[in-house]
């Protein structure tokens, strides 16, 4: 394969990335959101020219030539990018294929248990059941994720006391049978943490995300290690980008479960990279897409290559899709991006279909008001 022309649609939340390669067919992708005008730029600049016009069949060789070439410049923004062109590609091999990335990649079609994920911290927790008893009678949730601690707060809470009224609260709401999971964005000292899931576990919550600084991963591991044997799994990753870092992760057992944000890391071919090592580990994987971009369909595709969350055996697909609940008050920018909704969920349920690549198409209205800029070879 050789790609001859790489484009980017893109305001400052969100964009979209299209190949055209030697023959001219297409494939669709996505950078990472947020600053996304920005990541873009370093698509255009210090991607593109390591890639227009080379031959190439292993992605991975690809990418990491574009990482060695560009060394002085490790780091989120590389990755996010280089997510851009991975994404597309996919995309562009399963249209020449008919297939759907999961086949590509060792899966099939179908569906997967989602659950309902919260964004919001400012919610009270009165609100933030309510709304969770309105989705789960709405579109079937059977599991929820909400947010204690304040984000990066030093032990601090979003307001005093909010933490430990939150999570009796939904627990409530929601009968016994919901699955709980918490998310502390790197909210609290190990010691702390470890006081907090003392009511995690009496209220039964079984996931408990980022709870310390995510790059401390000694700290990660000490409430870990506390909780071992517990119904309880200790989370994270999806801030992390760097093959080495994830590694490092996965040897000091640092989490239960491994959380790789598809488009942070780099694209599906990385991402896949980090599921082997947590396969090799015995460690499940329940990746980040805390919002509608791409990500959450990218997610659903490798989800479903990983023998699907319905199985949840170590080493594969953890037991759901994280699925933002987020409307448009809240995430303007995520709506009206696609011709037709690719997430639709029923019964607690998404669906992959057996559409070529990844299935999607971006709207053309969005396009037309988007940033573009062309990189491609001359002539």
């Given at each position: 394969?050789?790609?001859?022309?790489?484009?980017?649609?893109?305001?400052?939340?969100?964009?979209?990335?299209?190949?055209?390669?030697?023959?001219?067919?297409?494939?669709?992708?996505?950078?990472?959101?947020?600053?996304?005008?920005?990541?873009?730029?370093v698509?255009?600049?210090?991607?593109?020219?390591?890639?227009?016009?080379?031959?190439?069949?292993?992605?991975?060789?690809?990418?990491?030539?574009?990482?060695?070439?560009?060394?002085?410049?490790?780091?989120?923004?590389?990755?996010?990018?280089?997510?851009?062109?991975?994404?597309?590609?996919?995309?562009?091999?399963?249209?020449?294929?008919?297939?759907?990335?999961?086949?590509?990649?060792?899966?099939?079609?179908?569906?997967?248990?989602?659950?309902?994920?919260?964004?919001?911290?400012?919610?009270?927790?009165?609100?933030?059941?309510?709304?969770?008893?309105?989705?789960?009678?709405?579109?079937?949730?059977?599991?929820?994720?909400?947010?204690?601690?304040?984000?990066?707060?030093?032990?601090?809470?979003?307001?005093?006391?909010?933490?430990?009224?939150?999570i009796?609260?939904?627990?409530?709401?929601?009968?016994?049978?919901a699955?709980?999971?918490?998310?502390?964005?790197?909210?609290?000292?190990?010691?702390?943490?470890?006081q907090?899931?003392?009511?995690?576990?009496?209220?039964?919550?079984?996931?408990?995300?980022?709870?310390?600084?995510?790059w401390?991963?000694?700290?990660?591991?000490?409430?870990?290690?506390?909780?071992?044997?517990?119904?309880?799994a200790?989370?994270?990753?999806?801030?992390?980008?760097?093959?080495?870092?994830?590694?490092?992760?996965?040897?000091m057992?640092?989490?239960?479960?491994?959380?790789p944000?598809?488009?942070?890391?780099?694209?599906?071919?990385?991402?896949?990279?980090?599921c082997?090592?947590?396969?090799?580990?015995?460690l499940p994987?329940?990746?980040?897409?805390?919002?509608?971009?791409?990500?959450?369909?990218?997610?659903?595709?490798?989800?479903?290559a990983?023998?699907?969350?319905?199985?949840?055996?170590?080493?594969?697909?953890?037991?759901?899709?994280?699925?933002?609940?987020?409307?448009?008050?809240?995430?303007?920018?995520q709506?009206?991006?696609?011709?037709?909704?690719?997430?639709?969920?029923?019964?607690?349920?998404?669906?992959?279909?057996?559409?070529?690549?990844?299935?999607?198409?971006?709207?053309?209205?969005?396009?037309?008001?988007?940033?573009?800029?062309?990189?491609e070879?001359?002539?």
């Amino acid at each position: 394969m050789k790609i001859t022309r790489i484009e980017t649609f893109t305001n400052r939340y969100i964009g979209f990335t299209r190949v055209t390669d030697a023959e001219g067919r297409q494939g669709w992708g996505q950078v990472s959101t947020y600053n996304s005008d920005i990541t873009s730029q370093v698509l255009h600049r210090q991607i593109a020219p390591h890639v227009l016009g080379v031959e190439f069949e292993d992605l991975d060789a690809l990418t990491d030539k574009v990482i060695e070439r560009e060394h002085k410049f490790p780091g989120s923004y590389m990755k996010r990018a280089i997510g851009g062109l991975d994404t597309a590609i996919w995309d562009l091999r399963g249209k020449i294929a008919g297939l759907p990335v999961c086949s590509l990649i060792g899966g099939t079609p179908g569906k997967l248990r989602a659950y309902a994920s919260s964004m919001k911290r400012e919610i009270t927790p009165a609100a933030e059941a309510e709304r969770f008893r309105r989705l789960q009678g709405e579109f079937g949730y059977d599991a929820f994720k909400f947010r204690i601690a304040a984000e990066y707060g030093h032990d601090t809470d979003e307001w005093p006391g909010r933490t430990e009224e939150i999570i009796p609260t939904i627990r409530r709401a929601l009968g016994a049978d919901a699955a709980l999971l918490v998310d502390a964005n790197s909210g609290f000292s190990p010691k702390r943490a470890i006081q907090v899931a003392d009511l995690l576990l009496e209220h039964g919550i079984e996931h408990f995300e980022e709870p310390c600084l995510y790059w401390e991963l000694e700290q990660t591991r000490e409430v870990r290690e506390a909780l071992e044997g517990k119904p309880i799994a200790v989370t994270g990753g999806e801030q992390d980008c760097e093959i080495p870092t994830w590694r490092h992760m996965i040897d000091m057992r640092a989490v239960d479960v491994v959380q790789p944000d598809i488009l942070y890391l780099g694209g599906i071919s990385r991402t896949l990279r980090v599921c082997h090592l947590a396969a090799a580990a015995g460690l499940p994987i329940t990746p980040h897409a805390a919002n509608q971009g791409l990500v959450t369909l990218f997610t659903m595709h490798l989800l479903r290559a990983l023998g699907g969350p319905v199985t949840g055996t170590p080493g594969s697909a953890g037991k759901y899709l994280e699925f933002s609940i987020e409307e448009a008050d809240y995430y303007p920018w995520q709506y009206g991006l696609y011709r037709e909704d690719p997430y639709r969920v029923e019964g607690g349920e998404v669906t992959v279909t057996d559409a070529p690549g990844w299935g999607v198409e971006i709207c053309p209205e969005w396009l037309a008001k988007s940033e573009y800029q062309l990189s491609e070879l001359p002539g």
